[in-house]
């Protein structure tokens, strides 16, 4: 198959992948990473009654008319508002029926059982009305909003105790190469430990989906074949990595063929990661990345990430994408090129100290953005880059 572009690998995938039709209750401690299944509406206003915003006294503006310092007004402290009577309240307190602004204490003098007004103050100063946060009946959050800790508060607000969230997709990581051994096993000689799986259950986890380990499998087609069937009985996607390029060792094209798979594409022109390949199998999508950690992080951000988000019922989200100066420049590239980076306090974009290589992974940690780099000449430091926010 042809090498095709990030975009039209991800859209290939994206119109394949239909949300998925589950749902469940949890706790407004339990939203962020979660979308909502149901709007939330407004059982009741917030604020539940009209309030003072700060330390005062609550009054008519009338009867401070033209009040100044030399000038003050005097109102009586009382227990109701009325003409020429005041009521002390705190912040967060009832404001009075009758009152229709606060005046600020440092605004005020005390005299005996009165009290000297010294600024005038205006209709509806200092006025918090019932509902203006949140008045009863407004839907608060749509269905599909994709919540995050600053969702809580509003929520708690509201005395939510339970909502409905659509649940998180079960997505399967399985790691191919017959070098991988998994953590806490011993390492044979030309053996490497698995830094792909735990990585992308990491990633999964971070982006709200219910990551699904599998123990790495050797190079053979029909044991792959095998593990991703049984891997897909279990999620409703797949990730693999590995043994998906053209070498002798790579299974990952034959076992798609046993498993009668619809491929969607194989082959992205892009650096790291264009062996990439995507199917349909037993009616589930699997993406198969490549084996280097840095190149199956990349596609997976650019092409799989977009699917999950749909799966999960985030309609039309997209990797968060935004244009930032280089702090330092890049040489040429013949290629289109993800490069992990880190965008700096000062608004720039600097590339991960360390190497670039796909196969490291020590450089990586602490990056927060790739560089979405077209094929060009040399880029200076100030020249404007894509970028794709992890
Ligand atoms: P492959 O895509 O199978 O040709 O693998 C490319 C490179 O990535 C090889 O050096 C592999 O040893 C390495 N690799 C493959 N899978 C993993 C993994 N799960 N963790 C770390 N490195 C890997
Ligand atoms: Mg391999």
Redesign the pocket.
Known sequence: MERISVERGAALLLERVKPLARWEKISPAQAPGRVLWESVTAKLDTPPFDRSPLDGYALRSVDAVGAEPEKPARLVLGEAVGPGTAVPVSTGSPIPAGADCVVKVEDTRRDGDAVLVCIAPAHWENYVFRGEDMPVGRTIFPVGTRMDWTHVAALAAQGVTALAAAARPKVGVL???G??VPAGAPLPSSG??????PMLCARLQALGMEPVAFP?VGDDAELLAGRVRAALAKCDFLLT?????V?A??AMPRAAELLGAEVLFHGLAVRPGS?AMAFLAEGKPVLAL????FASLAVFEAVGRPALEKLAGMEGALPGRMTLPLAEGLPASQVRRFIRAVRTPEGRVCPAAGGHSS?MVWSLAGCDCLIDRSPGPALEPGSPVPLLIL
């Open positions: 790691p191919t190469g070098e991988l490497i430990y698995d830094a792909n799986g790495p990595t590995g043994g998906v390029s070498g060792e790579d062996p490549s084996g280097n950690p196969g």
